[in-house]
């Protein structure tokens, strides 16, 4: 057992974990963080995306170990605390971007760091973003789209 | 190393420790001949390893580490059998999978045909093509996984399972474990995709809970992807030796098909009917004289096959269209003047159609015919021509396909005809609760289909509140005690209509107390603006939640009227819904590197009556995404000793939102003269329509050059060396990955 202490959607955990535990699987069994997903072994999904220190990763391709005095955030923390959606969150559910939802938590955790690198991009811009994040159920249009109107309100809100 | 000295093993199994756990094997619902072969399947395997995925033993403990090590240290002590994997050698019964069965050889079944067969020797163009179609994987993105818990001393368990059908898991696993079904309570929770995958009775089901009733205490398993590509079934695998009887001017006179289908090693729930299902479309939307279908089932060293979105009607839809095509292409005539003339006679009302069932309504022209104008069809004919003229490198090909499909699964009758164990029914209940809520509780087990959405308005729309007041439950035997489950395009023809029934019994009921209340007859009072109203006097009104309240305080009901308001309905279908529909397909091929984009998609569909047009959307560019998948990317390998190669996402290719195009897509609305809803189904149009849209256009971009076979996927490798073959007349192979099943290179038009 190794000791860690992360910081989590802001509170900071410390634990014990094997160091042969993932990331992922240290935020949901071990913080009971059960948004994130897991769909492969193989990262190749993006199911399991979580942002690390802002920027996003696969959570099953790290050691929770290699999170040892680090932030991560997780789609718990992506709406505001009173509830209020994220910008991406309330475009999804108006787009329609999402059915079955398994691989909403990595879609919006990826669009939602890419959206900071680049506020303004276009639809083959966040297609190209998605590249590591696999949908089997929308044919990915839906998705696009929200994330284009998530950019357009966000960069509205902000001008 | 014993299981004693592994840390946190609580216990290893084999079949022979759990012998007295299954008192029949896992459940297969569809024998559907009588005289079928059905090799038993029990959870864990009793003497031979039949494919990659048949699992030996168990491994019980603390954690998934703890299991995951221990199992690296069962040794399995196995002597190497022959395998047989290639469909044609299968059937030579060299190697027989089930000794007990005595050939591979499981099920033949045939429709019985239609028409005169006779046209398909003399009629004066005869095509005759045979097709592959590779297994593909399913890839709901969460995997399958359970949790079997519950009270041992009594004898009453529940368990939590990824699965499409709790409702008929609760009768199948019963049967298996010989828990009674009173005792057995199945929960399906937010399920992450299934898509015919989940449509199951799973072996480690049937494990996890013979496990926790073994060991009093709860047993959970939980699927890794290298898993559910090895032991969760896959989808297609079939081939088909097809012909086309016409004329020289383009009607096409008779279509015949026989089909061998992959069964795997074993069959699943419902493995020997997918087939079947596609059988009764092999017509497609056309006018035909004459009809043939049928398949045999043939057992292989390989995972179990059984629904994949579709399940029958895409492998039927491919080989339709690319028939079509040949055709027009042999007659030198445009592959849409083709289609368009032998579109099947609008229709209003039911009618028979030459395979013998009976389809709702059909009005195939208009929608054909916007699918061809939002195409911009006869434009980019200019352009391919243009590009064929210029010798460009990248070439345009323009792929259609037309299609029709069987859903609402389905009226009962004609299921027990068809020798399925269960019926085609669903529930729903509605409870008004006082001062406003409303709970569904319906039968139908969604899974990213929106039923929650699309429900609360069939509901909100009935009963004239929104639809923020309606509570949809599902997924919980012991929540919808009734019901049929999420498979088939089913859910709203069936579900859907069902809850409609429930509105209006609810509605009934209400009317009765509105009447009571307002001191008038029930016939002075008309449905209007959300509210039971006084005719003339629409002030004197009342609502639904007025009258829940009233139900539930049941302080002054009329004379014989019981308190609450509720309604349940059960509702079995009197036909099948038939959806048809028009794809188009543009694609642009770069000729030196075979590679394929699909330019433009365009889908028109007719599903009937539309509940929620942004589900429908949604839908149909899901379902076309995985068709275009299938068409140019998936392809499950096994080498030749029955090793899965494509055993991981890395290697089983699907796409990203970089692959899938933006499509376009519109509707046109025949209704369905089988519900009162007026809907059809729409789940699987995408999946049916759009392989063969996709290969059509490939071949018709590089046709020219000489190419007239292409098999699926039409990878880069595949296009290329298909160019390669007919620009130099060199014997390549235009086969899939090489070394797979040679003996299934696809054949060629004759
Ligand atoms: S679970 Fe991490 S990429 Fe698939
Ligand atoms: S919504 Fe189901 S996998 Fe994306």
Redesign the pocket.
């Known amino acids: 057992m190794t000791q860690i202490a992360v910081t989590v959607n802001g509170t900071r955990r410390e634990a014990d974990v094997e160091p042969r535990t993932l990331l992922v699987y240290f935020l949901r069994e071990q913080l009971g963080l059960t948004g994130t997903n897991v769909g492969c072994d193989t990262s190749s999904c993006g199911a399991c995306t979580v942002h690390l220190d802002g920027e996003s990763v696969k959570s099953c391709t790290l050691l929770a170990v290699q999170a040892d005095g680090r932030e991560v955030m997780t789609i718990e923390a992506l709406a505001e605390a009173d509830g209020t959606l994220h910008p991406l969150q309330d475009a999804f559910h108006r787009h329609h971007g999402?059915?079955?939802?398994?691989?909403?938590p990595g879609?919006l955790m990826a669009a939602a760091s890419y959206l900071k690198e680049n506020p303004t991009p276009t639809e083959a811009e966040v297609r190209e973003s998605l590249e590591g994040n696999?949908?089997?159920?929308?044919g990915y249009q839906n998705i696009v789209e929200s994330i284009l109107d998530a950019a357009g309100q966000m960069s509205g809100a902000k001008s | 190393m014993s299981r004693k000295q592994m840390p946190g093993v609580i216990g290893v199994f084999t079949a022979a420790d759990l012998d007295d756990a299954f008192p029949a094997g896992l459940p297969m619902v569809w024998p559907i001949t009588e005289d079928i072969k059905i090799p038993t399947h029990w959870p864990l395997t009793k003497d031979v390893i039949r494919f990659a995925g048949d699992a030996v033993a168990v491994v019980v403990a603390g954690s998934r580490a703890q299991a995951e090590d221990a199992a690296e240290e069962v040794a399995v002590r196995a002597t190497e059998l022959p395998v047989v994997l290639d469909l044609e050698e299968a059937a030579k019964d060299q190697v027989v999978l089930h000794e007990d069965l005595g050939t591979n050889v499981v099920v033949h079944w045939s429709h019985g045909g239609g028409g005169d067969q006779a046209i398909f020797e003399s009629a004066p163009v005869v095509v005759q093509e045979r097709h592959l179609q590779p297994r593909l994987i399913p890839n709901a993105?969460e995997g399958r996984g359970c949790l079997a818990y519950g009270i041992p001393a009594a004898g009453e368990f529940t368990l939590v399972s990824s699965t499409q059908i709790p409702h008929i898991t609760r009768v199948g696993l019963s049967i298996t474990t010989g828990i009674p079904q009173t005792k057995l309570r199945i929960i399906a929770p937010d399920v992450?995709?299934g898509f015919g995958s989940k449509l199951n009775i799973y072996a480690e089901e049937a494990l996890a809970l013979a496990l926790a009733r073994q060991l009093g205490r709860p047993v959970k398993w939980i699927e890794d992807r290298q898993e559910n590509y090895l032991a969760t079934t896959h989808g297609r695998g079939v081939i088909h030796d097809c012909t086309l009887a016409g004329t020289e001017d383009g009607k096409i006179l008779g279509l015949k098909f026989v089909e061998l289908a992959d069964m795997g090693a074993y069959f699943q729930l419902l493995t020997p009917g997918i087939p079947e299902l596609g059988g009764w479309v092999y017509m497609g939307p056309y006018d035909v004289d004459a009809y043939w279908y049928e398949f045999t089932g043939i057992m292989t060293n390989a995972t179990p096959t059984d629904a994949y979105r579709g399940a029958g009607r895409p492998e039927a839809t491919y080989v339709i269209e690319r028939l079509v095509d040949a055709f027009a292409r042999r007659i030198g005539k445009d592959p849409a003047q083709v289609r368009r003339m032998n579109l099947h006679p609008p229709h209003v009302d039911a009618q028979t159609s030459i395979m013998g069932l009976n389809v709702d309504s059909a009005n195939y022209e208009p929608t054909f015919d916007r699918a061809l104008e939002l195409a911009e069809y006869d434009q980019m004919r200019k352009e391919q021509a243009a590009r064929r003229e210029s010798g460009d490198v990248r070439q345009i090909g323009i792929g259609l396909s037309s299609y029709i499909e069987m859903c609402g699964l389905a009226p009962s009758e004609i299921l027990g005809a068809l020798r399925y164990v269960a019926g085609g029914w669903d529930a729903a209940e509605i409870e008004c609760r006082p001062f406003g809520k409303v709970v569904v509780r319906t039968g139908t087990s969604p899974h990213?289909q929106g039923h929650d959405t699309s429900w609360s308005q069939i509901v909100a729309d009935g009963l004239g509140i929104t639809p923020d007041d309606v509570e949809v439950l599902h997924g919980d035997t012991a929540v919808s005690r009734l019901g049929m489950d999420t498979y088939g395009s089913r859910s709203a023809a069936v579900g859907g209509e069902a809850l409609r029934q429930a509105v209006e019994k609810v509605k009934e009921k209400a009317r009765i107390i509105a009447a009571h209340e307002l001191e008038v007859s029930e016939d002075d009072l008309e449905w209007a603006d959300g509210a039971f109203r006084v005719r003339g006097a629409p002030d004197k009104a009342r609502t639904i939640p007025d009258l829940a309240t009233s139900a539930w305080q049941a302080h002054s009901l009329p004379q014989g009227v019981e308190p609450v308001l509720e309604g349940t309905a059960v509702y079995d279908p009197p036909n099948f819904t038939w959806p048809a529909g028009t794809h188009v397909c543009v694609v642009e091929v770069d000729t030196e590197t075979g590679k394929t984009d699909v330019l433009r998609y365009v889908a028109v569909d007719d599903c009937g009556v539309v509940i929620n047009p942004m589900i429908v959307e949604g839908q149909v560019q899901g379902g076309v995404a995985q068709g275009i998948a299938e068409a140019l990317y998936e392809e499950a390998v096994y080498d030749g000793s029955g090793n899965l190669m494509t055993s991981s996402m890395t290697q089983y290719l699907i796409p990203s939102a970089m692959e899938i195009p933006d499509m376009i897509l519109d509707r046109t609305e025949t209704p369905s003269t089988t519900n009162a809803l007026g809907v059809k189904g729409i789940a699987e149009a995408g999946t049916i329509a759009s392989p063969p849209a996709v290969i059509n256009a490939v071949v018709d971009a590089v046709s020219h050059l000489g190419v007239t076979e292409m098999g699926k996927p039409a990878s880069p490798e595949r296009v290329w060396r298909a160019i390669q073959e007919a620009t130099k007349g060199s014997p390549g192979v235009s086969g899939g990955l090489d070394g797979a099943t040679p003996a299934q290179q696809e054949g060629g038009a004759s």
């Open positions: 999402l059915q079955c939802g398994y691989c909403t879609m696999l949908c089997r159920c929308t | 993105i992450g995709g990213g």
